[in-house]
């Protein structure tokens, strides 16, 4: 069966964002269920920095979470509670190995570099899952290297990048864009640039939401 491509799925997300991670599954799920209906989307990945004023080397992740949850009690159910949700999908935790809250400014750069050379979705999921599941510092250039390669890229490539000041003008004027728009929470997402819901909403609700928008989006420019 031949499915033509019907439109662009645009996420909005941060690399450290568990909602995201687990909406990208839900994503995945509801791509799926649309291809059954003979729908086709691609999906482009794009930034918004949670932590914008976050300082370049990162912050000690429990001094962190203490400062912004009020204790470590309400941290460590935050934490168990996303586990769980993440379990459900697929998906295996380890927040306990993470120590860091990094900046995300060069992993939105990585994510923009994989972009540009098609391997987008490879190197998002491996940033995913280096943070969640392995405790990875993707704040870290050297790290941010390694799960580059894993996703996709060449190392000759990220390194390039990460020693110059390519892709920072583009990611800022992105994650801007996101605000104007109105976005205050990821992950969040947009067929054909109309943002349509945002959370990690079920793969069940998410595909007939995308199909509804594409009818309405093709009608309209008919």
């Known amino acids: 069966m031949t499915v033509a491509t019907a439109g662009r799925i645009d996420v909005i997300s941060d690399a450290i964002c568990p909602w995201c991670y687990i909406g990208k599954r839900q994503l995945e799920r509801a791509l799926d269920l649309l291809e059954k209906n003979k729908l086709r989307f691609t999906v482009a990945w794009h930034p918004f920095q949670l932590n914008p004023e976050m300082p370049a080397e990162g912050v000690d992740r429990q001094q962190y979470r203490l400062a912004k949850f ?47 050379k098609g391997v987008q979705d490879g190197v998002v999921e ?25 996703g996709g890229l060449e190392r000759e490539d990220i390194t390039a990048m990460l020693a110059s000041d390519g892709g920072l003008k583009e990611v800022a004027a992105a994650d801007r864009m996101a605000r104007n728009a109105g976005i205050q929470g990821v992950p969040s997402f947009a067929l054909q640039g109309h943002v349509l819901f945002s959370g990690a909403v079920p793969a069940e609700e998410m595909a007939p939401a995308f199909r509804r928008a594409w009818e309405i989006l093709k009608n309209r420019a008919a």
Do not use: W
């Open 126 to 150: 491996a940033l995913f899952e280096g943070y969640f599941c392995d405790g990875a510092d993707i704040g870290n250039s050297e790290v941010l290297a390694r799960l580059g390669v894993e």
């Open 70 to 116: 009020g204790s470590a009690e309400r941290s460590r159910q935050m934490d168990e509670r996303i586990t769980e949700v993440a379990a459900g999908v697929g998906i295996e935790f380890h927040l306990d190995k993470l120590t860091r809250t990094p900046n995300t400014l060069d992993a939105h750069r990585l994510i923009r570099l994989a972009g540009q």
